[in-house]
């Protein structure tokens, strides 16, 4: 099994069509294979014994499960086609629990002027005693926020985000969302470290959007007082570098607040989908998202009316007539 996942990642990597930080992510579970069931013959394994692993190392994390599952499939997958294992994928029959979906929540607007307000104070904030020690409070949060429900890009998208990719003197001004911060193995000498990659997440992801006017306005702002950086970006770090989404993650969790525990980046991209899907379109929403289609759109990032549209004049068609 140990010399199968080597020959397995080695494959993927001379193929050169994985991200380097998925890469990275199949190692880890390569890993927790490898310490776990690394030493068996292939003919030693069993659906029953895949099983019995999966559900020992990730017995109430469904999103690990299936992550296990995903990556002993291709490794059986390419067993098979050298002809090193014989039967049926036996990594097809581990079963892993339904992850449990939670309902899409957008912000409503009030939700948003509150939030803001939250975060505003927070940055504003500065009675603090310097002896107590800490981070220093990160400044232009609002900025990152307003942003990124502007353009409803992702958090690292958003700090990839580049001058050279905004338009502000268009008629229509517009923004292009053509890469993203990811955070690659190794040291920065070896090419490791965060990176500006150069796509999106997804291939679809690739987009021009169209700037609203307080978008606009809060660019020109910040454009205003910008000093320079190696990256060009929109927003570095303090010292001119690529921001960490892990750490703006964390300082938005900071300046939320109790009562929006809930809020995450990616919510303010559900509250731009459903915003959108209610005002113009759910093709519209998925294209803003920079969805290839509208399913993904659908189940995790538009929120559910609660209320039925008034659909009275197609109701009536049901009515009965005054011969019945």
Request: without cysteine; charged residues 25%; proline residues 5%.
């Amino acid at each position: 099994m140990s010399a199968l996942g080597a020959n397995w990642i080695a494959r993927i990597e001379d193929q050169g069509k994985v991200a380097p930080q998925t890469i990275a992510e199949y190692r880890r579970y390569l890993g927790l294979i490898d310490s776990g069931v690394g030493a068996l013959q292939l003919r030693e394994v069993t659906p029953g014994a895949l099983d019995w692993f999966v559900s020992h190392e990730a017995p109430e994390q469904a999103s690990k499960a299936r992550m296990l599952r995903m990556v002993l499939r291709g490794m059986f997958s390419l067993a098979i086609r050298m002809d090193a294992y014989e039967g049926v994928n036996p990594a097809t029959e581990v079963s892993v629990a339904e992850s449990k979906r939670e309902a899409v929540r957008a912000l409503t607007l009030d939700e948003l002027r509150a939030y803001r307000e939250r975060v505003r104070e927070w940055e504003q904030d500065t009675d603090r005693n310097p002896r107590q020690g800490g981070r220093r409070r990160a400044r232009g949060m609002l900025d990152l926020v307003d942003i990124q429900l502007a353009t409803g890009a992702r958090i690292g998208e958003l700090l990839a985000l580049r001058w050279t990719d905004i338009d502000l003197e268009a008629a229509t001004p517009t923004a292009t969302i053509s890469g993203t911060v990811v955070r690659l193995p190794g040291r920065v000498a070896d090419g490791g470290g965060l990176v500006r990659q150069t796509h999106p997440k997804t291939d679809a992801g690739w987009r021009t959007v169209t700037l609203p006017g307080f978008a606009v306005a809060t660019l020109m702002r910040v454009k205003v007082s910008a000093q320079p950086n190696p990256h060009d970006v929109v927003f570095p770090s303090e010292r001119g570098t690529l921001r960490d989404p892990h750490n703006v993650r964390r300082q938005l969790r900071d300046a939320r607040g109790d009562e929006f525990e809930w809020v995450k980046p990616h919510t303010f991209r559900k509250t731009v989908a459903t915003l959108v899907e209610r005002e113009a379109s759910l093709a519209d929403a998925a294209a803003q998202l920079g969805h290839s289609g509208t399913e993904v759109t659908t189940r995790h990032y538009v929120q559910r009316a609660q209320i039925a549209p008034d659909l009275t004049r197609v109701l009536d068609l049901l009515a009965p007539t005054t011969d019945s």
